[in-house]
């Protein structure tokens, strides 16, 4: 990186920090804010229509990972582990794959990784609707009201989810 | 309120220079390669050097594990080159949290050599050859959707 970069960064950070600054007293509007999440109706691995709209009430954390997104896979045991903990709470975790081989590279996986919450197939059109999804793993996670509170973009700690979720159950 | 919009689309303004490289930002570079001059009826060898953006790496073209997409260069033909085949850098053995085994990744530079043959019938003079250099690439946190940088190659058949 050259020294002209890194000034212009700087210029940049000085002022989002400025902008920041400028949005602070807006604060308490931030819940009025939140997006709805968009609607879908995908199938399963048994052909089944699954659509958001259906766990309408419920906290839903929606996953959009792949087979071969290893990041992923440090996330998909503790994704499991929530389904269990907090499904009879009025909570589900919702996984959409961006494999282009369809259910048959993502069937096995599901499969061997015991995953026990709705797994659908995802595609552009769907990740184009919840702002281009680019990054695997990108998971957000949509309050009982159908707003998305959070997205978190790559790995992020086991903690930060499940606070989350038990904030928002 | 006025003054929180304006300063968001300044921001957005001033960091497109710096960012704006449109949602299938590359994560591979390509050296441009220089010209080589071949005779008609004999095989070349063209060497193409890759840079990996620091703190990413790649699939190796035989990644340890089936469910990694391997890094794959493909060219096309034409009337002056053939396409013989690639000879890949052998990946580096990295241990990653979510797998078992080592993975064998690229990072850093790397060079991949095409082997090509210039047929006895080939026109005279300058010629050019697509491909496509096709990876995935991660860090340690996150992944990207395959990605396909094109690449080329010109020839002078003598």
């Not at chain 1, 954390?61 to 071969?68: E, I, K, L, Q, Y």
């Not at chain 2, 493909?74 to 979510?98: C, H, I, R």
């Not at chain 2, 300058?126 to 010109?154: E, H, W």
């Amino acid at each position: 990186m050259n020294t002209r970069f890194l000034l212009a960064l700087a210029a940049l950070v000085i002022l989002a920090s400025a902008c920041t600054s400028a949005k602070r007293p807006a604060a308490a509007e931030k819940e009025k804010n939140y997006r709805m999440a968009p609607e879908f109706a995908l199938q399963d691995a048994h052909g089944q229509t699954v659509r958001l709209s259906d766990f309408k009430g419920k906290v839903v954390m929606v996953d959009f990972w792949a087979t071969w997104c290893g990041p992923c896979k440090i996330e998909i045991p503790w994704f499991i582990e929530f389904q269990r903990k907090y499904k009879d709470r009025g909570f589900s975790v919702i996984g959409i794959s961006l494999d282009e081989g369809g259910w048959q590279t993502v069937r096995p996986f599901v499969e061997e990784a015991k995953m026990n919450y709705p797994v659908l197939i995802g595609n552009d059109e769907l990740a184009s609707k919840y702002g281009g999804v680019d990054v695997l793993p990108t998971t957000f996670i949509i309050d009982k009201q159908g707003r998305i509170v959070a997205t978190h973009q790559g790995l992020t700690s086991k903690d930060d989810f499940e606070d989350t979720i038990k904030k928002l159950l | 309120m006025l003054q929180e919009v304006f300063c968001w689309w300044f921001l957005a303004l001033a960091a497109i220079p710096l960012f704006g490289q449109g949602p299938a930002t590359q994560f591979v570079s390509a050296e441009p390669t220089p010209s080589v001059t071949a005779k008609r009826g004999a095989t070349v060898e063209i060497p193409l050097k890759l840079t990996i953006r620091q703190g990413y790496h790649i699939n190796s073209n035989t990644p340890a594990e089936d469910y990694l997409i391997p890094t794959v260069l493909s060219w096309d033909s034409n009337q002056a080159l053939t396409a013989k085949g690639v000879t890949y850098p052998k990946g580096e053995a990295v241990k990653y949290d979510f797998s078992e085994k080592p993975l064998q990744v690229y990072s850093g530079a790397i060079t991949l050599v095409s082997r090509f043959a210039v047929p006895g019938d080939a026109p005279l003079g300058p010629a050019a050859l697509r491909g496509k250099f096709r990876y995935q690439a991660c860090n340690d946190k996150m992944c990207f959707p395959p990605r396909t940088l094109p690449v080329s190659i010109s020839i002078a058949v003598q």
